[in-house]
């Protein structure tokens, strides 16, 4: 059973930094991609950043230049770090792990962009 944990997420000031983290637990492929969602509320829930195995990534645009997603293989473990923070970033950030066979999604971690 794959397992997803994160942490990170706190109450901000805009123009703040923070840095998610996610390590993922149990047995799959080293084949994957791990990325990171948000979820406003009454918003959808939509891709902040992912990254493969192979080290592509991919970037919302509302994130292009602030945020950097980086991965660590040796411990499972891929983060997100969020710069120039602003109110609208505010949601809960969630972790996702993809192979070509399983999703896994972590419970999420609140952060709140508020002054």
């Known amino acids: 059973q794959v397992q997803l944990v994160e942490s990170g997420g706190g109450v901000v000031q805009p123009g703040g930094s923070l840095r998610l983290s996610c390590a993922a637990s149990?047995?799959?492929?080293?084949?994957?991609?791990m990325a990171w969602y948000r979820q406003a509320p009454g918003k959808q829930r939509e891709l902040v950043s992912s990254?493969?195995?192979?080290?592509?990534?991919n970037y919302a645009d509302p994130v292009k230049g602030r945020f950097t997603i980086s991965r660590d293989n040796t411990k499972n473990t891929v983060y997100l770090q969020m710069d120039s923070l602003k109110p609208e970033d505010t949601a809960v950030y969630y972790c996702?792990?993809?192979?070509?066979?399983?999703?896994?999604w972590g419970q999420g971690t609140q952060v709140t962009v508020s002054s």
């Open positions: 149990g047995i799959f492929s080293s084949r994957n991609t």
């Open positions: 996702r792990l993809q192979t070509r066979i399983f999703d896994y």
């Open positions: 990254l493969t195995s192979g080290g592509d990534t």
